[in-house]
């Protein structure tokens, strides 16, 4: 099982084994991890943003339009940010790094 690395904002990091084809979201939630994930995927909203070191970023494919798009919305994006929604964990990803950004802006109301 490839493993995941999340680094928190206080700079905390946590490394779990995540299952095959599990995205960098639902990895978060699975391990109590703080990254919201508002529209649970659907590419709707930008909570899911996290931050790439740049030598994984270089290794993922090129991010869908819909995420660029959404990625503009992202609070404090930066070069190597993606949404986590996005990322599919693999062997090929084993040893991912992956930064939780400051803060969020959450887009979806409020029910
Ligand atoms: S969870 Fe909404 S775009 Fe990823």
Known sequence: MPKIVFVETDGTEKEFE???GLSVLEAAHKNGIDLEGACEGSLACSTCHVVLDEEWFDKLDEPSEDEEDMLDLAFGLTETSR???Q???SDELDGLRVK????TRNMMVDK
């Open 83 to 85: 949404l986590g929604c």
């Open 18 to 20: 995540v299952a095959d």
């Open 87 to 89: 990322i599919i964990m």
């Open 100 to 103: 939780l950004p400051a803060a």
